[in-house]
């Protein structure tokens, strides 16, 4: 398992924008952001990955959110366009298992990593 320190969540209006950033303390083969609203599960929202250029994207947020990652295994997730059913606490998520994917019918269940969480609220 490998540490990972979120930040970047907070309060905005919708049609706003938010960037959450999550960095990583060690190798990282899948790197990825999920959500979990009160009384709801837990959402995958995008995942990549590492060094690997794929992405993932669940299906309310695609056009409108962007994962990417810089050199220093720090995964980004800019969020555009932002809607009141996009609050929610968000989640950075990693594994690293060389044989083991980054995506799947399940993912939360691939990653053994995880953050604090960062709180996102968008008003109406």
């Known amino acids: 398992q490998v540490q990972l320190v979120e930040s970047g969540g907070g309060s905005v209006q919708a049609g706003g924008s938010l960037r959450l950033s999550c960095a990583a303390a060690g190798y990282t083969r899948c790197m990825g952001w999920f959500r979990q609203a009160p009384g709801k599960g837990r959402e995958a929202v995008a995942l990549m990955s590492s060094g690997g250029g794929s992405t993932s994207y669940g299906d309310s947020v695609k056009g409108r959110f962007t994962i990417s990652q810089d050199t220093k295994n720090t995964v980004y997730l800019q969020m555009n366009s932002l809607k009141p059913e996009d609050t929610a606490m968000y989640y950075c998520?990693?594994?690293?298992?060389?044989?083991?994917?980054?995506?799947?019918?399940?993912?939360?269940?691939?990653?053994?990593?995880w953050g604090q969480g960062t709180q996102v609220t968008v008003s109406s």
């Open positions: 998520a990693a594994h690293g298992a060389l044989w083991r994917s980054c995506y799947g019918a399940s993912p939360a269940r691939l990653y053994d990593s």
